[in-house]
């Protein structure tokens, strides 16, 4: 089974500022496998990015994934307040299991 | 618009039965796996069970392999998540959620509490 580790825990900033959030596999994942979601309290998670890289729909673009291989980046420019939440990554490269991150917190400073 | 309605949950003794629903409209249900992620209260996100599209195949994590059971019924746009022999430690929010690109889950449920007392 593929263990994803997430990192920081928990991201201070300031609206304005640049989150950058980390996800490391175990093992490779295939790039087409890796998501990204965001969640925030009583609410569900809601999609992000899928395949790496690719925005699902609605997501503005201040969101961007990037990585290959065991390592995969959420980048969120200029944060708005609606951002801070909590984000999760997800593999499935394994399917038909899917595992996922610890989750990063990223709050207000 | 997509939509995900899940129920069912509720409160039960531990070694009992819970069923839970969800109702999906708004897609085309049987061209799409469906899943069950759950969430302990304070915790991460697990995924639980998947039954694909025609309900021909399915997978379960292995803290619910031989206790659970995932199936849909593609008629009614319904997908089920039986839970037998339940156990404090899965007591959580059971979300559905529709399988889409890369086998990400593009829209989830608003989530149904399981909690099982001990």
């Known amino acids: 089974e593929i263990v994803l580790t997430q990192s920081p825990g928990t991201l201070s900033l300031s609206p304005g500022e640049r989150a950058t959030l980390s996800c490391r596999a175990s093992?490779?994942?295939?790039?087409?496998?890796l998501a990204w979601y965001q969640q925030k309290p009583g609410q569900a998670p809601r999609l992000l990015i899928y395949g790496a890289s690719n925005r699902a729909t609605g997501i503005p673009d201040r969101f961007s994934g990037s990585g290959s291989g065991t390592d995969f980046t959420l980048t969120i420019n200029r944060l708005e307040p609606e951002d801070f939440a909590v984000y999760y990554c997800q593999q499935s490269g394994t399917s038909p299991s899917f595992t996922f991150g610890p989750g990063t917190t990223v709050d207000i400073k | 618009e997509v939509q995900l309605l899940e129920s069912g949950g509720g409160l039960v003794q531990s070694g009992g039965s819970l069923r839970l629903s969800c109702a999906a409209s708004?897609?085309?249900?049987?061209?799409?796996?469906m899943s069950w992620v759950r969430q302990a209260p304070g915790k991460g996100l697990e995924w639980v069970s998947t039954?694909?599209?025609?309900?021909?195949?399915?997978y379960y994590a292995d803290s619910v392999r031989g206790r659970f059971t995932i199936s849909r019924d593609n008629s009614k746009n319904t997908l089920c998540l039986q839970m037998s022999s339940l156990r404090a430690d899965d007591t959580a929010v059971y979300y559905c959620?529709?399988?889409?690109?890369?086998?990400?889950?593009?829209?989830w449920g608003q989530g149904t509490q399981v909690t099982v007392s001990s």
């Open positions: 093992q490779s994942v295939t790039n087409k496998y």
């Open positions: 959620a529709k399988e889409g690109r890369e086998e990400a889950f593009d829209y």
């Open positions: 708004g897609f085309t249900f049987s061209n799409y796996a």
């Open positions: 039954i694909s599209g025609y309900g021909h195949s399915t």
